[in-house]
């Protein structure tokens, strides 16, 4: 007996994602239900060789329902997930809305699968921050080998972090450059994206940094360890799928760049691919549609005490969001729900 699962926010990027990576790991489910907004009603997606038409979130009964992977955003979550939660129905939510509640745990499963069983206080489970979620799966083995004190990112994230829009925006743009009469000014990023690079992703805090970025550092803390002090520049850049992130740890001991490569290697959810020769790393565009957290030029940093640097790359739809999402599902089948 499988379960019933519901996709919420499924004509979207990331709920078309979860679609797909649901039937692509076989997710042991009898029945999944494709929702969306009333404007989307009928709207027909993709599941595995199937094709779901799409139903109205409002008034949908959640009730004899298992799971539900929501992908709609904080405003419509704050109204849906509520309803579906007590109607029995575990609610594994991408938004930020509950990631930051002391009673909603933050899951990564490769990082700290355990947290799921505290999923009973609210029958919520909240999925990271894109930026996070890669960084956190990178950080795990070597923390628990030497012990980070501290972390500097700077994350090069491409415009599927900003949904559809976003991604229009960047082929709009990119197709003007090319044609003189063209105008496509910026409306959902602050400045123009093709041929460009904005150090600013959400809005902007009083001490100066923005709140993409104080997530990365919250997220990390509550995900990881709340004693490693993070501080993160988070750019957007003009890359249709995949996040990059420059990564600098100091460790409380020393830690060996080979043996670190050893122990990544061995990492639950981490390729590693670093060869000291052109080519010889993973780039954003390669790791589309691939379910690992790549991780390439490993090497000691020599103006810290006990530091390595790497680079850290994923599909941010992926691992990201969508695959973290199912993985949490998965986690939770094992652990609490035991069923399929």
């Known amino acids: 007996m499988g379960y019933k699962v519901v996709v919420a926010g499924a004509t979207g990027n990331v709920g078309r994602e979860m679609l797909n990576i649901l039937a692509e790991r076989e997710f042991p489910a009898d029945e999944v ?40 955003g904080s405003d419509a979550t704050k109204v849906y997930a509520p309803i579906a939660a007590k109607a029995g129905c575990v609610v594994i939510d991408n938004s930020s809305l509950y990631r930051y509640d ?40 070597l923390h628990d080998r030497a012990k ?29 450059v090319y044609n003189p009469t063209s105008d496509v000014p910026p409306k959902k990023f ?65 830690l060996d760049e080979d043996e670190a490569r050893d122990i990544l290697r061995e990492a639950p959810g ?17 790791c589309v549609g691939d379910y690992a957290t790549f991780i390439s030029r490993i090497r000691q940093d020599s103006t810290v005490e006990n530091g390595l640097n790497l680079w850290c790359v994923s599909d941010n739809l992926r691992k990201g969001a969508a695959l973290n999402a199912v993985q949490i599902a998965e986690t939770l089948g094992k652990r609490c729900l035991k069923k399929g």
């Open 148 to 176: 980070i004190k501290r972390v500097v990112v700077a994350t090069y994230q491409s415009v599927s972090g900003a949904g559809k829009e976003g991604m229009d925006e960047l082929w709009e743009q990119t197709k003007a």
């Open 270 to 286: 981490v390729m590693v691919i670093d060869k000291r020769e052109p080519g010889g790393y993973v780039t954003p565009k390669e």
């Open 102 to 141: 002391p009673d909603v745990p933050l899951v990564v499963p490769e990082v700290n699968a355990a947290a799921v069983d505290g999923y009973a206080k609210k029958n919520i489970i909240a999925n990271p921050n894109c930026s996070t979620a890669q960084l956190v799966v990178a950080l795990k083995p």
């Open 190 to 254: 602050p400045k123009e994206i093709a041929f460009n690079v904005i150090p600013h992703i959400d809005v902007f805090l009083d001490d100066g940094s923005t709140k993409e970025e104080w997530k990365m550092v919250a997220e990390t803390k509550k995900i990881l360890d709340k004693s490693i002090k993070l501080t993160a520049t988070c750019v957007r850049v003009p890359v249709f799928v995949g996040h990059s992130e420059a990564v600098n740890i100091e460790f409380e001991e020393f």
């Open 33 to 72: 239900v494709a929702l969306a907004s009333r404007r989307s009603l009928g709207t027909e997606v993709s599941f595995g060789d199937k094709t779901l038409k799409t139903k109205d979130i409002e008034g949908f009964d959640f009730t004899g329902y298992d799971i539900a992977l929501f992908a709609i």
